[in-house]
C-alpha cells in the first residue's frame, strides 16, 4: 500500500539520530530513512513520519531543541502499522 509521509533532512548525522531518539521517546511513530535526493545534498539520514504527524514532529524537534534542515512530502510504501 502507498501512503504520504513527511521527511525532514538534517545537516549532519548527529542531528538525525538525536531527532529520531527525540521523536520515539515522544511516541511519535518515525523511521531513519536513506535521505531522498529531493532533500537535496544532506547528511546520508532522514527521519520519515506519515504525512498526519508532520506538525507533531515538528513541535517535537523544536521542544527538543533539534533543528532540521528541509522537509519534504513523499509517497512510499507504508510499512504495517506506520500508515494513516
Request: charged letters at 25%; hydrophobic letters at 50%; one cysteine or more.
Amino acid at each position: 500500500m502507498m501512503a504520504r509521509f513527511t521527511v525532514f533532512g538534517f545537516e549532519t548525522t548527529h542531528d538525525a539520530l538525536a531527532a529520531e531518539r527525540a521523536l520515539l521517546e515522544a511516541a511519535v511513530p518515525v523511521v531513519a530513512v536513506p535521505t531522498p535526493k529531493t532533500l537535496g545534498a544532506l547528511c546520508g539520514i532522514a527521519i520519515r513520519a506519515p504525512l498526519a504527524d508532520a506538525e507533531r514532529v515538528e513541535r517535537a524537534l523544536v521542544a527538543a531543541g533539534i533543528r532540521w534542515t528541509r522537509r519534504v512530502e513523499i509517497e512510499d510504501r507504508a510499512p504495517h502499522g506506520l500508515s494513516r
